[in-house]
C-alpha cells in the first residue's frame, strides 16, 4: 500500500523528527536525493552531468531552499546551473552554496526566463511546495506557464508549483511536471487528479520521516495489495460459497448495461450470477451469457413479492439501464430492502438522488457514481466536485452512510474513518460507454464473495483497470501491470534513478493502446486476475 498525507501531517512528522537532527539536516537530505535523481536524468538525456544546462524556479520559502542547493550539488558535477529568483527573498544558505558552487542567479523577467527554458536539459520547479496556498501569484504563475514551454524535462521540486499538495486542487497556472522528486513521503494531491495529472512520476527521497507520520489521508493499494485480498477458490469452493451475486439492470428501452453488467460478474468469478429484469433484458442476457440464472420480473407484484422468484443472493448489483421511472423505482426499493450488501450504479444513483429513504438500511451500500452522478447526489456543481474530488468523495461517504467509489480519472474509494483508496490502474481509452457496467458486475461478484464495501471497490476498481490496459494493448499482458511504470516510460527517458520506483500513474492512452469497447474490458478480467 502507498501511503499519502496532507501537508499537515507531513508538518507535524517534520518538525517532530527535526527536534532530533542538527538543523539543516532534512533539507540537505532533501537536496542530495533531488540532486541524484537529476544527475540520472541528464545522464539519461545527455549522457553525462557534466556541461549539461539546468534552469531553477527559485520561490521564496524552503522549496526554494531544496532547488538552490540541489542545484549547487548539480553545479560541482560541472552542470551549468542558472536560476530564475522569483521571491522577493531567496533562501540565504542555498543561494549561498549556489553561487560558491559557480552557479548564476538572476531575479525574474520573462524574456530571461523563456531563454533558460528553451536551453535547460532539466528545469526544477522549487517555486511552491507544501507551504503554497490558493493560485499562484506573480511572478510565480506566469513562470509555472512559461515551463509549459520548456524545452528539457521538467521536475518538480516536493509538489509541482499551483497543486495543493493536500487536496490536488488546482485553482490557477500550474506547473506540468514530467517528474516530481517528494520528499519524506507522498502528499495526497500528488495521487488524486488534477494534481496526479500535473505530477507526471513520483519519485519518493527518503528523509527519515516514516517512523513520525500518522494515519495516512490517501493509500493507493498495489499489485500485491490486491492479490492479497482478492478471493481464491479452494477445494472446499462451490458456486454458493464462491458467491451468488444478484443483478438487476437493464430494462426493455436498455439492454446493453445488464449484458455488461452481468458480464463483469461472470468474469470477475461470480459462484453464480442471478439476473433480474424486465423481458427483453433477460433474453440477451441469456444468448450472451447463458452461465446467468435468470428471473424475468412481474412490475404487478408488491415490493415484498418482488424479488421472490430470483432465490438467494449474497449481494446486489442495482441499476445500470434499470430506467428512472416507477417500476425502477419498485425494484430499487425491493433490492435495497434486502439484508444483503449493495452496489448502486447509474440509473439506481439517480433514483436515490431523487429517494434519500432508499439508503435507510442496515447491511453495507456501495454507490459508484461519477462526478455529474455525486453531483446530483450531493446538490454540489459537477465543475466543484471536479476541482476538489478528494473532498467530495470523502463528504459523500460520511453524508450517505455508504462506501463511495468516485468515478473519474483517478477512480477514489472512501468510506468513514479510512484513508480515501486511490486506483493507479486504468488508462484513458476506459472513458467510454458501458465499462462502468463491467465495473458493477465485478465489484458485485467481490461483494457476494464476502469482501467488504471498501476492500470490493478498490480491488474491483484495480482489476477493472487493469483489464482495461490489457484490452487496449491488445490482450498482451506484458508491462500492463504498470502502476508503477506507465506513465514514466511513455513520457520521458529516465536513467537508472528515474524508472522502476517511478511512474505512479495509469496508461496514458498513447504508446501502443487501442481504442476498446466494454465488453474487451469484461474478456481481459481473467488475464487481469492471472497476473495478480
Ligand atoms: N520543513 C521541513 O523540514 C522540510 C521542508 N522541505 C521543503 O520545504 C518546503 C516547504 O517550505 P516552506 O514552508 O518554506 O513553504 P514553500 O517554500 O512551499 O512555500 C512558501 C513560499 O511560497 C510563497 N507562496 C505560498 N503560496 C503562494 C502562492 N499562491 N503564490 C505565490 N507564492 C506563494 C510564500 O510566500 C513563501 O515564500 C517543502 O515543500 C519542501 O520542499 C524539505 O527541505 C524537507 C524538510
Ligand atoms: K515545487
Known sequence: MRTAYTSDQIRTAETALMARLPEGTLMSRAAAGL??????????????????????????????????????????????????????????????????????????????????????????????????????REPYGTLAELTAEAAGLVVAVDVPSGVDASSGRVEGPAVRAHLTVTFGAYKAGLLVDPGASHAGSVELVDIGLGPHLPDPEVAAPTGDDVAGLLPRPGAES?????GVVGIAAGSDRYTGAAVLSVGGAVRAGAGMVRFASAAEPVRLVRARWP????????????????????????????????????????????????????????????????????LRRAAPTVLTPHAGELSRLLGVPREQIEAARLDHVRRAAAELGATVLLKGSTTLV???????????????????????????????????????????????????????????????????????????????????????????????????????????????????????
Open 35 to 136: 540532486a541524484m535523481v537529476c544527475a540520472n536524468l541528464l545522464k539519461g538525456v545527455r549522457g553525462r552531468v557534466y556541461g549539461s544546462h539546468v534552469a531553477l524556479l527559485v520561490g521564496g520559502g524552503d522549496n526554494g531552499g531544496d532547488t538552490l542547493y540541489a542545484g549547487a550539488l548539480l553545479a560541482r558535477r560541472g552542470a551549468r546551473v542558472e536560476a530564475v529568483l522569483a521571491g522577493s527573498r531567496a533562501h540565504e544558505g542555498g543561494l549561498a552554496a549556489l553561487l560558491a558552487a559557480g552557479g548564476r542567479t538572476g531575479p525574474f523577467d520573462a524574456a530571461r526566463a523563456g531563454d533558460l527554458l528553451a536551453r535547460a536539459d532539466v528545469v526544477l520547479d522549487g517555486l511552491v511546495g507544501i507551504g503554497g496556498g490558493g493560485a499562484l
Open 238 to 242: 462451490d458456486k454458493y460459497r464462491r
Open 291 to 358: 452461465e446467468a440464472v435468470t428471473t424475468v420480473l412481474d412490475p404487478s407484484s408488491s415490493p415484498e413479492s418482488l424479488l421472490e422468484e430470483v432465490g438467494r443472493v449474497q449481494a446486489w448489483v442495482l441499476g445500470p439501464g434499470l430506467g428512472t421511472g416507477p417500476e425502477a423505482h419498485a425494484v430499487a426499493r425491493a433490492v435495497l430492502s434486502s439484508d444483503v450488501p449493495v452496489l448502486v450504479d447509474a440509473d439506481g444513483l439517480t433514483l436515490v438522488a431523487k429517494d434519500r429513504t432508499l
Open 414 to 532: 472512501a468510506e468513514e474513518h479510512r484513508p480515501v483508496r486511490v486506483n493507479t490502474t486504468g488508462t484513458p481509452w476506459l472513458a467510454t460507454g458501458g465499462t462502468g457496467d463491467v465495473l458493477s458486475g465485478i465489484t458485485g461478484a467481490l461483494l457476494a464473495a464476502g469482501l467488504s464495501g471498501y476492500d470490493a471497490a478498490s480491488c474491483a476498481a484495480y482489476v477493472h483497470g487493469l483489464a482495461a490496459r490489457i484490452a487496449a494493448r491488445g490482450g498482451d499482458g506484458g508491462g500492463a501491470r504498470a502502476e508503477a511504470g506507465g506513465r514514466a516510460e511513455a513520457r520521458y527517458e529516465a536513467g537508472d534513478g528515474g524508472r522502476g520506483e517511478a511512474g505512479y500513474g495509469a496508461g496514458d492512452g498513447g504508446c501502443g493502446e487501442a481504442p476498446i469497447a466494454a465488453l474487451d474490458v469484461a474478456e481481459a478480467i481473467p488475464a487481469a486476475l492471472r497476473m495478480l
